[in-house]
């Protein structure tokens, strides 16, 4: 029996005149990630089906779907032709040992002998008296065995849909700069924009010698788990180094983070712009930590024009972790390497920096000269 994969698309359908154009990119992306494994790609109204494939590499492309934005779900379903004999052994090769199930039939094919509520009932009839551990529930049952008759004189079959990471395909909403930490929020607010659609660049602060290279590693690791999501991460590593130093030397001590952000944030928006980028996506997260209160923020968003997007700011860390676990985020961040935010780590952090005593501190440094040092020395790694 020949196995193809069904896939649905969600939200795409909302979009009205645009659908084709949706549709279309949602068909590259997955051509693009499937570019390695022979298989056939088919369009249907609403669906892709994927076929000619080998069995062996159903596991990577089951797990490759399963990362691209813009597919709700998909099944695994058995196509035959469409001949009550062969539904029904197709039917019993998908159906469960034990349990409640009901059958749900779609007939495309008008020309088809039955109609489908027949053919819901003949099928799941020769089940029942074939596996006895079964039982017909139709309204809260443990499966549901699908049947669609196709136009094309074939039928496939299936039962269970594999849920996909929904949201709208990579490129539909242009390319935003994500500020990337080595932390466990900044991933998990690349992957929230990249499952809206937007393709991402990243930008990393290091501060080399006061961070080693295995913290440098860390985020290179990160990118690349969050690339498989967004269609690919182009990563750019600034020093932070001469900043920081110069921030830590005519400063008070409390508003070193508050500094620092400011100038995260422009070289961010300065990168950015030269890219053609369209907004700034950080981690931040209401009242998490002194630097994310709602003056710190103001504070930091006060030096950009360009939107901020901050996916992750109403969440709570719980409910952040649920996620950079299910995107194979939350090991790599965890691991224990310093961040250039805990070198100079204030005592006191301001938690409410005050705008006049901000700017009469920052007053003391040379900010269009530090930025344009960092500017300087940017290392690229495309993913
Ligand atoms: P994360 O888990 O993403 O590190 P966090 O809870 O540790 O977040 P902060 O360290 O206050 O919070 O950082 C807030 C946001 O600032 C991060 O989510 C990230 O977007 C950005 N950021 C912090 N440090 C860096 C860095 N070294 N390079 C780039 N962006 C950074
Ligand atoms: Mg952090």
Sequence with gaps: MQKIILIRFGEIFLKGK???????????????????????????????????????????????????SGIHSFSVADIVESDMDQIFHAALSQARETGTFKVETNRADKTFPYISTEISRRIGGRLLSERKGLKVDVHAPDFVLNIDVRENGKTFVYTDAIKGVGGM????????????????????????????????????????????????????????????????????VVSFTEIQEAIHEKCPEEMMITMMRRFMMRIAERLAKGRGDSAIITGENLGQVASQTVESITSSNSVVTMPVFRPLIAFDKLEIIEVAQKIGSYETSILPYEDCCTVFLPK???????????????????????INSAMEKIERYTF
């Excluded at 929020?185 to 929230?192: E, K, L, R």
């Excluded at 952090?349 to 920052?362: T, Y």
């Design 18 to 68: 645009n659908r084709g154009y949706f549709e279309r990119l949602l068909q590259e992306n997955i051509q693009k990630t499937l570019a390695e494994i022979p298989h056939t790609f088919q369009k249907m109204p609403s669906r892709f089906v994927l076929s000619d494939f080998s069995e062996f590499d159903m596991d990577v492309i089951i797990e490759k779907l399963k990362k691209v």
């Design 348 to 370: 006191y952090p301001l938690i409410k920096p005050r705008m006049d005593k901000v700017l009469a501190a920052e007053a003391r440094l040379d900010v269009e000269g530090l």
């Design 169 to 236: 395909p990579t490129g539909s909403s242009g390319r935003g700069m994500l500020l990337l930490s080595g932390g466990i929020d900044s991933p998990v607010a690349g992957y929230m924009l990249a499952k809206r659609g937007m393709r991402l660049d990243a930008i990393h602060f290091h501060s080399f010698p006061y961070t080693g290279e295995a913290a440098k590693q860390k985020v290179l690791d990160l990118s690349k788990i969050v690339a498989e999501y967004s269609g690919g991460v182009n990563l750019f």
